[in-house]
Every structure is written in structure tokens, then in C-alpha cells.
């Protein structure tokens, strides 16, 4: 993917999150909120959009899994694992 498309996909699922807290403001995206990038920040890295977008990704599947949407757990499952592979890959690259 080229980097303005995770970036629209990174703003989709900023979108998702958003509704999420909105729906229920106890929910905190912790993992993502760690992170500090937002789909704004143009500045950033290709792959800290696609980081962001795996850990975000993660924790809306473990939002849904929590309001017990089917798949959502293998999602979750498949999010961490990406996230962690983009994390070796920005590892070393750096």
C-alpha cells in the first residue's frame, strides 16, 4: 500500500475508535493512544501508520470481541500479530 492509502485506512479506524468511545466512554485504547500519531500526522512514517493501524486495529477487534461480534477474536488475533512484525521491521530499519 502506498503510504496516503494507510493513511486513509489509519483515518477509518481512527473513525471506528472514535464511535467506540463515544458509545462507551470508559473504553481508552490505551496501546494506540501510546503511540502518539494520529491519521493528521502527515510527517510520520509509512510504517508508523501501518504500526498504528495494526494496534488500533487489535483493540477495536477486542472492543468487539467484547460485544460479541463473531470473528473478531481471530481478528484480534491477527492484528497483534501483524503489529509485532511491523514492529521488527521498524526496528530495523532504524
Same mark, same amino acid.
Not at 494520529?38 to 501501518?50: F, R, T, V
Not at 483493540?59 to 470473528?71: C, G, L, Q, R, T
Given at each position: 500500500?502506498? %503510504?496516503?492509502?494507510? =493513511?486513509? !485506512?489509519?483515518?477509518? !479506524?481512527?473513525?471506528? %475508535? ?5 458509545? +462507551?466512554?470508559? *473504553? &481508552?485504547? #490505551? ?7 494520529n491519521?493528521a500526522? !502527515? ?6 501508520? &501501518?504500526?498504528? =493501524?495494526?494496534? *488500533?486495529? +487489535? @483493540? =477495536?477487534? +477486542?472492543?468487539? &470481541? ?5 470473528? #473478531?477474536? /481471530?481478528?484480534?488475533? /491477527?492484528? /497483534? ?5 511491523? !514492529? %521488527?521491521?521498524? @526496528?530495523? =530499519?532504524?
Amino acid at each position: 500500500m502506498h %503510504k496516503e492509502e494507510l =493513511i486513509s !485506512l489509519h483515518q477509518m !479506524l481512527y473513525e471506528i %475508535k472514535d464511535f467506540f468511545e463515544g458509545y +462507551n466512554p470508559e *473504553l &481508552k485504547f #490505551s496501546d494506540y493512544h501510546s503511540l502518539k500519531i494520529n491519521p493528521a500526522q !502527515l510527517h510520520k512514517s509509512k510504517m508508523e501508520h &501501518k504500526y498504528a =493501524i495494526f494496534v *488500533l486495529g +487489535n @483493540e =477495536i477487534a +477486542n472492543v468487539m &470481541k467484547d460485544v460479541e461480534f463473531s470473528a #473478531s477474536g /481471530r481478528i484480534s488475533a /491477527r492484528m /497483534r500479530e501483524l503489529a509485532a512484525k511491523t !514492529l %521488527k521491521e521498524m @526496528e530495523y =530499519i532504524q
